[in-house]
């Protein structure tokens, strides 16, 4: 949205290369953001689709008809591919695992993620607040726009707007290898109110794509073009529903014959009035068709029989199994339900695509929580032992959805074979349990193991005052040769 009372005409306080890089980022966040608005509309069941203007009446085109498909293609799979924590099994995480909890990275990446899927992209901001705490926040390619160098692949500037509900700026950051720049409105129009001269040599921002190629660089959405026709269809669909159900669905009568004087119509009635009357006789499902003038006939009446919506049923199951099939789905996520249920087994391959892709997207996204953790080393300390990096991994939530009975059941077959460990951390995730579980836990075995002992040393101490030998041997008296 264009901000009607921003004043366009950039700082004096600027440099002609900063001013250009404004401009340039500007215009980056306008085409994306209009350019994202429809994947957002299909990801929130906002979506109107386009009518074609035969079957719909007019005034029926914009009755507000909402598919919600492109959320549960978005969400199933970002509910695969969740983001857990930084880990160094075989060196030091340098305090990473303090930063993911105290800035609710967790969540925040749920958000990173799901941007990601939606529009292909999603950024990451590293920085420090006025306190001197680590700030961690995930922004939308609707209010952030870099710019990447096209030899070293890395980021050189980037843009960041604040904006209020009407879609105004209020605020604007440029983001520059060596220095931060804080725009805010001022008079109605953007003033320079902070320079941080932090000198880091990169930007604090990371860019993170689903699956880039060399025609989509910026990454790719997971609502293609096939599923966003898919939906369209069904929203056309689902209107032609509603109109049907408005007009076709109640039984319509007929009174041949008859005078409709009979029925209350007269022909000094507006339409409106006949219209309401209408709604009277049998739920306006009435229609009267008077005799001929040398008729002598009685009046009958005829009913149509209402037509059913078998129709459009099908045609909602037929792109249900569109969308299932280019989602890569199962068809049950959509609405296709069978009277039987599928067994384990079957459900366990139909979901064995899900769980290839999770794996597949968990090994891309690797390399962008890298950088991350990267850029809260050098915000944090100054500088960053690339050494040190190099033995840190991120951990990933399981991509397969097993049964808390089933996890624990491979659990205990890996350990009975000496596999893994019985109070291995490794051993722990695989059965389910979460960090606080997993703390609580070994707290308890700690406590346990101590009482243990001290339980020893009583019965040890209760022994020796009963053995005769030991109370000869205490009770020995030790000359001063013997010593």
Not at 50 to 59: H, L
Not at 376 to 401: F, M, Q, Y
């Amino acid at each position: 949205m264009i901000d009607p009372v921003l004043d366009e005409t950039l700082p004096d306080e600027l440099s002609d290369a900063e001013a250009r890089t404004i401009g340039e980022l500007r215009e980056k966040v306008r085409y994306y953001a209009a350019k994202n608005e429809k994947k957002l509309a299909l990801y929130e069941g906002e979506f109107v689709a386009d009518q074609i203007g035969i079957a719909v009446p007019p005034m029926l085109k914009d009755w507000p008809v909402r598919i919600g498909w492109g959320g549960t293609v978005v969400n199933t799979n970002a509910a695969r591919s969740r983001f857990l924590d930084f880990q160094a099994p075989a060196g030091d995480l340098q305090g990473l695992d303090k930063v993911v909890a105290t800035t609710r990275l967790r969540t925040k990446s749920d958000r990173v993620m799901e941007n990601a899927l939606v529009v292909g992209t999603s950024f990451v901001v590293v920085g420090k607040n006025k306190a001197g705490r680590m700030v961690i926040e995930s922004k939308s390619p609707s209010v952030m726009a870099v710019r990447e160098n096209y030899w070293t692949g890395q980021l050189d500037a980037a843009l960041l707007q604040v904006r209020n509900d009407k879609g105004w700026t209020l605020a604007e950051t440029l983001y520059l290898p060596n220095e931060t720049i804080t725009l805010e409105r001022r008079d109605r129009r953007l003033t320079v109110t902070h320079r941080d001269r932090h000198q880091r040599g990169e930007v604090p921002v990371e860019q993170f794509k689903h699956r880039p190629n060399d025609s989509h660089p910026n990454g790719r959405s997971l609502i293609t073009a096939p599923i966003e026709y898919t939906i369209s269809a069904a929203a056309r669909t689902m209107l032609g529903l509603e109109v049907h159900r408005e007009f076709f669905s109640g039984p319509m009568r007929a009174a041949i014959g008859a005078d409709p004087e009979q029925f209350g119509v007269t022909e000094d009635m507006t339409e409106d009035e006949k219209y309401r009357l209408g709604w009277s006789l049998v739920m306006g499902r009435m229609n009267i068709v008077p005799p001929a003038e040398d008729s002598t006939a009685n009046p009958t009446m005829h009913e149509f029989k209402p037509s059913p919506p078998t129709s459009y049923i099908d045609i909602m199951k037929y792109l249900s199994l569109m969308v299932a099939s280019d989602s890569g789905l199962p068809a049950s996520y959509f609405g296709i339900m069978t009277d039987n249920p599928a067994s384990s087994d079957s459900i366990k391959a139909l979901e064995s695509q899900i769980e290839q892709r999770a794996i597949e997207r968990m090994r891309e996204m690797d390399w962008h929580w890298i950088n991350v953790a990267r850029k809260i080393l050098l915000w944090r300390d100054g500088t960053v032992d690339e050494n040190k990096l190099a033995d840190i991994h991120v951990e990933w939530a399981s991509p397969s959805t097993p049964t808390p009975s089933a996890a624990a059941d491979a659990g205990m077959k890996l350990v009975a074979a000496n596999i893994l460990p019985a109070d291995s951390k490794v051993t722990y995730d695989r059965i389910g349990l979460s960090d606080i579980e997993q703390k609580q836990l070994i707290e308890d075995k700690r406590r346990a193991s101590l009482t243990q002992i001290l339980s020893g040393l009583d019965q040890a101490a209760a022994t020796a005052s009963t053995d005769l030998q030991v109370h000869n041997l205490a009770s020995r008296r030790v000359d001063d040769d013997d010593a």
